[in-house]
């Protein structure tokens, strides 16, 4: 899905050069491109210090996963709902705290094929903000719509 009409305040993915050696990068801050909800569910995109982008998503309360009541682990109930790219890396808390709960979960865009400065020199697909946005939205949409039928 590509989205027509993308948030002015998205920023642009930089990403790092490689240290002349080939190995490592040139120090770059991390930075949040986009911050935002959709059909509100709160989202984030963020630049790893240039590596590589990460999404987050903070997962609806009806919808978190809880030890308590889910009998399989939390990887495995998130990455049943969501065809994310590399799958779900990331799960656990931001900004709140839960009993047994997750209230967010990522993913990131370091894999094979990826580019990732310093690390896979022979990889070299780069990410932009509007496809990373887009990959958000659509997950946002897959949890809404087809996993829970909102």
């Not at 642009?12 to 190995?23: D, H, L, S, T, V």
């Not at 400065?117 to 946002?140: H, M, N, Q, R």
Request: proline content about 5%; glycine content about 8%; charged content about 25%.
């Amino acid at each position: 899905m590509k989205i027509m009409n993308y948030p002015n305040d998205l920023k642009p993915m930089i990403y790092a050069e490689p240290n002349e050696n080939g190995i490592g990068v040139k120090s770059m801050p991390g930075e949040i491109l986009y911050d935002g909800e959709h059909r509100g569910v709160r989202f984030k995109i963020i630049n790893n210090r240039g590596y590589n982008p990460c999404c987050y998503i903070q997962v609806p309360e009806a919808f978190r996963y809880n030890s308590k009541t889910c009998s399989e682990s939390s990887e495995d109930y998130y990455n049943s709902i969501f065809n994310v790219h590399g799958g779900i890396t990331w799960y656990g808390n931001f900004e709140k705290y839960h009993d047994g709960e997750v209230d967010t979960i990522g993913w990131d865009y370091a894999h094979v094929g990826d580019y990732t400065p310093g690390i896979f020199v022979t990889c070299d697909y780069k990410w932009s903000s509007e496809e990373l946005y887009d990959e958000c939205i659509c997950a946002i949409d897959t949890l809404l719509d087809e996993a829970f039928h909102v």
